[in-house]
């Protein structure tokens, strides 16, 4: 599966200059943008009721000025009690879908998560594509499940698809999948699900950011970038988020047109905020 998208490294090479001058000039700027876009992530098979309690506290003691992470992302059974301890807090609750992180399920049943994750109060899904089915040419059935799952979100629930762009084997690839997914209705476009070895790479970025620009010239629907997977020193985490300003054009992107996702670098974000 390809497309007609050609990876300028011309102007990747551009981009990635400049955004080094602008982390070095604005820092301390920056990494409060980016806390605020946080997705903070605990989706270990050894997450428990327990677990996920003192993570969802451990997010709320961040809480600082009125500055917060955008949400606390967690596996689908969490969703009710992760609803109950952030409330009022601000902070939203989103949850992994669609056979995370493989998508390797029925469609049917995708659904039936997506429709769960919904009926139990998340206000946002990450849903993972079937790579193996946009990879054998079948975009129609990625298009279809997408469709599906926004119809399940409705207006009111923010629907982020990721693309596990470290399977999909070109810029090309990551270009036209994002299309696709943005055809269907997704409100983010996310690069990967962290449990694979390659995740958020400066060049999925690029590719996905591409799409995003070229489809919102026709389209007016606003569409968001979440950076995830691999992503260890706050430099990366800035990285992103300036790269997604260059491309988008938008001087100071908010929790509405970007995220992070991680289990690692909030703590560290934090910890580095200036007052």
Known sequence: MTSD???????FQSIKNSIKDQIDNNRDSLIKQVFTCVDNTTLSGSDSINSVADFCRATVSMCREGLHPASVCIYPFFVAETKKLLKDTGISVASVAGGFPAGQIPSALKNNEVRYIVENGADEVDFVINRG???SGDVSYVFD????????????VLLKVILE?????????????AMI???AGADFVKTSTGKIPVG????????????IFEFQKKESRPIGYKAAGGLSTIDEALFHYCMASRILGIENIDKHRFRIGTSRLTTQLFKNLTF
């Open 145 to 156: 499940e997408v469709a599906s799952a926004k119809e399940i979100c409705g207006k009111s």
């Open 165 to 177: 762009t470290g399977e999909l084997l070109s810029a090309q690839n990551i270009y036209a999948a």
């Open 133 to 135: 089915s946009f990879l």
């Open 5 to 11: 998208f050609t990876f300028d490294h011309k102007d």
């Open 200 to 211: 958020a790479t400066p060049e999925s970025a690029y590719a996905i950011l591409s799409a």
């Open 181 to 183: 997914v943005m055809e």
